[in-house]
């Protein structure tokens, strides 16, 4: 199975402030079509994950700009600028180019 | 909107089954796959697998076949799995995710605690 991890494993950040969060595969993620699946989700204290960015850099419906995706191959990089107190919570990534899907073990945001 | 309504908790005794649902509704639910995702307590998440609503055809991971069984009702909009043989380590939130791109949106969740 493809093993992403992610480090750091927590962040502690200031409001306003901009974290970045990786997340490296053990193979490649560029799927025989060309694409990469990579993706990442936010899950926030007591609440199921959502989507935030799919396929390494596009933006879900409704996600401000302050989030964005960037990355190739196997190394993978989740950024939010200006942060704010609804951006708390847990980050995973996924990716789904190989079978299993599997996710990242998590990276969690929290305010210094 | 795009909703997943997933039944509720389940306190289950080992060795036994549950089956729990997932009801989709907001779009024309033969259109995307239905995924499952295991979460253990204060733990990452692990991806069970698929049900394609349309055709029936699944894809299970490895290591939830012979755990994991999916199966669908297209007349209620209403996805199931069904977890046989329970034990203590299946004791997690299980979700059900669905749409187009990837998991786009995810249900509620179901805690099912496996004890005696």
């Known amino acids: 199975d493809v093993v992403l991890t992610q480090t750091p494993v927590s962040l502690l950040i200031s409001l306003g402030g901009q974290a970045s969060i990786s997340c490296r595969s053990s193979q490649s993620l560029v799927h025989s079509n060309g694409n990469t699946y990579l993706h990442w989700y936010l899950q926030k204290p007591g609440q199921s994950p959502q989507l935030l960015i799919y396929q390494v850099s596009n933006r879900f419906s409704g996600i401000p700009d302050r989030f964005s995706g960037s990355g190739s191959g196997t190394d993978f990089t989740l950024k939010i600028s200006r942060v704010e107190p609804e951006d708390l919570g847990v980050y995973y990534c996924?990716?789904?180019?190989?079978?299993?899907?599997?996710f990242g073990g998590g990276t969690k945001l929290e305010l210094k | 909107q795009v909703q997943l309504q997933q039944s509720g908790a389940e306190l289950v005794k080992p060795g036994s089954s549950v089956k729990m649902s997932c009801k989709a509704s907001g779009y024309t639910f033969t259109t995307y796959y239905i995924y499952w995702i295991k979460q253990r307590p204060g733990q990452g998440l692990e991806w069970i697998g698929r049900i394609g609503p349309g055709s029936g055809d699944t894809n299970y991971n490895e290591k939830f076949k012979g755990k994991a069984t999916f199966t669908v009702d297209k007349s209620s909009s209403t996805a199931y799995m069904q977890l046989s043989s329970l034990t203590p380590e299946d004791t997690s939130v299980y979700y059900c995710a669905s749409g187009a791109v990837a998991l786009d949106y995810w249900g509620q969740g179901v805690m099912v605690t496996v004890s005696s």
């Open positions: 996924l990716q789904r180019t190989h079978n299993p899907w599997t």
